[in-house]
């Protein structure tokens, strides 16, 4: 090595704003990922007409993966990865906060469509797509099943249809 080390150089090799760093790789890899989110889509049975929606914000163009949001998932029309499951931190301090880092990212993917995609099913109440993702019947991964499970967990006492917003 030619120079001080980067650690002399206080530089720890991790980014500061960790889910910055997860867009800007997801931007740089877009073509990767759309190819790898549609295909992984039509594996597990998403219907054609739910893979992927326009891109409303900007040029209209039907995507499977949006490298520009940072939230792991959206649905309008379709289901819709995005570049929050590039970022460990997505889920800190949140139900599968612990184990999601943990996995390897065909696994978050799979979950993520899995969550989106029964959130399509159920009216977009994202309190009962949490419970319908843990039991969709998706052939998802095992461990994405099990990061599902996790989010999907009740508190003690507390029902279902009590964690539902009123309209």
Not at 17 to 33: F, L, P, S, T, Y
Not at 35 to 62: A, C, F, N, S
Not at 143 to 156: G, M
């Amino acid at each position: 090595m030619i120079g001080l080390p980067p650690s002399a150089r206080g530089r720890t090799g991790r980014p500061k704003i960790i889910a910055d760093h997860a867009r800007a790789v997801a931007q740089e890899w877009e073509d990767v990922g759309e190819r790898y989110v549609r295909r992984r889509m039509k594996e597990l049975g998403i219907p054609d007409h739910q893979i992927g929606q326009p891109d409303y914000g900007g040029d209209g163009t039907w995507r499977a993966f949006d490298p520009y949001t940072k939230t792991g998932g959206t649905n309008t029309t379709g289901a819709v990865v995005n570049s929050g499951v590039l970022n460990p931190e997505l889920l800190k301090g949140r139900k599968g906060g612990r184990i999601g880092p943990k996995m390897r990212l065909k696994d978050r993917i799979d979950a993520i469509i899995a969550h989106e995609y029964e959130e399509l099913r159920v009216g977009g109440v994202d309190a009962e797509a949490l419970l319908a993702a843990a039991k969709t019947k998706l052939h998802i991964s095992d461990e994405a099943r099990r990061l599902n499970r996790a989010r999907a967990r009740e508190p003690r006492g507390v029902r279902p249809s009590a964690r539902i917003p009123a309209s």
